[in-house]
């Protein structure tokens, strides 16, 4: 049974940082992809980053592009978001997804998803 477990999320202030965490069980993690989505109230879910299955290579949305940083590591099974400098705006629900082999922007095309995990950040 395949599983992604977040975890790292919490309540920070403007400016500060938060770093999260997805941890794989049951999967093949190195085959994977893995990527992070959010969804804010009333709002679709979007796209945030992802990595390939080596982690050489990654790409992210334009609203996070320079603030936020996607890693892995495969002898963990581990996949990070480091999140800095902050804003209201980033508060959401965190979600990680693994898609075989390659990335890709659109969420509907991973196959399996974690639980979620808070990150709100106040004014």
């Known amino acids: 049974q395949v599983q992604l477990v977040e975890s790292g999320g919490g309540l920070v202030q403007a400016g500060g940082s938060l770093r999260l965490s997805c941890a794989a069980s049951?999967?093949?993690?190195?085959?994977?992809?893995m990527g992070w989505f959010r969804q804010a109230p009333g709002k679709e879910r979007e796209f945030v980053a992802h990595?390939?299955?080596?982690?050489?290579?990654?790409y992210y949305a334009d609203s996070v592009k320079g603030r936020f940083t996607i890693s892995r590591d495969n002898a963990k099974n581990t996949v990070y978001l480091q999140m800095n400098s902050l804003k209201p705006e980033d508060t959401a629900v965190y979600y990680c997804?693994?898609?075989?082999?390659?990335?890709?922007?659109?969420?509907?095309?991973?196959?399996?998803w974690g639980q979620g995990t808070q990150v709100t950040v106040s004014s």
């Open positions: 997804a693994a898609r075989y082999h390659s990335g890709s922007t659109s969420g509907s095309t991973y196959a399996y």
């Open positions: 049951g999967v093949t993690f190195s085959n994977y992809a």
């Open positions: 990595i390939n299955w080596k982690g050489g290579s990654t």
